[in-house]
């Protein structure tokens, strides 16, 4: 008799197990070999109640120090970050709270402005969508999907989950509401078809952990200079990796973290360092890279 300690694993069957060096070649729209976006992360948090990263130690709600520097980043950080992505023209997937559009609209306006790609963010950062029930999630996802058609124009083709918290049902959910790729998970460097429940397919597309301001900056503590460098690092790595298969390089960056001034300007190194190779590489948007895989029907 079999132990039952050695059965296999659940698994969340979404899609197989594939090596990296394994898979069909393929080039980039423009045909180069590193595709690299910016997740801009636009969040709104409820004032005394609710979740939200921190800067000094958690105190009984209302928190007015944690909650007052995270709005640092409406109030002052967005601008500087667009200010500086403008110097460099560079794009933004740009990933909205659409609780910003009573509280700040003006700041998703210069947004859809610039060009960016509006990414559907959960209503707000204050709360998880891991714990609703269907009806509930399945509510929020098509809610969030309406609110940014109707105020910025085109409904949202991605969304990233507020802390990336799924239920089991959110890949299924993303794609019966019309979402066509997710940010949540991080297990690899090119997009990944997911398996949904209809049969509608769902694209992975990379979103990073680590090349993530809030686990490295406020998880680690890493100095910005640090982080700057790890972004440097990290691009000059997967430009040479390139060479061999199809990447896709995400930098996940808040307002309210590289907004800050002395943070701001190593930043800027680090994005010039990567523009100064724009020639090389396919600087884009995850909702791009999304309509590029879909017109690579034998990838993924």
Known sequence: MSDP????????????????????????????RLAVYLGFNIEHFAFGEGLGANLGPVTPHPDVLNYTWREYGNRVGVWRCLELFDALALPAGTLVNTALYDHCPEVIAACVARGDEI?????TNAERQSSMPEAVERALLQSCRDSIARHSGAAPTGWLSPWIAESHLTPDLLAETGYGYSLNW?????????RTRGGQRLWSIPYPQELNDIPMVMGRQ????????MIVDNFDEMLAQSQSQPLVMGIALHPYIVGQPYRLRHLRRALQRIAAHRQDIWFTTPGRIAEAMDALPAVG
């Open 186 to 194: 991080c297990h690899d460097d090119q997009p990944v078809a997911m």
């Open 119 to 123: 990414i559907g963010h959960g209503h």
């Open 222 to 229: 890493m100095d910005m200079k640090d982080f700057a460098q």
């Open 5 to 32: 300690r050695y059965n296999t694993l659940p698994h969340h069957g979404r899609f197989a197990y594939s090596a990296i060096h394994q898979r069909p070649d393929f080039h980039w729209p423009n045909g180069s």
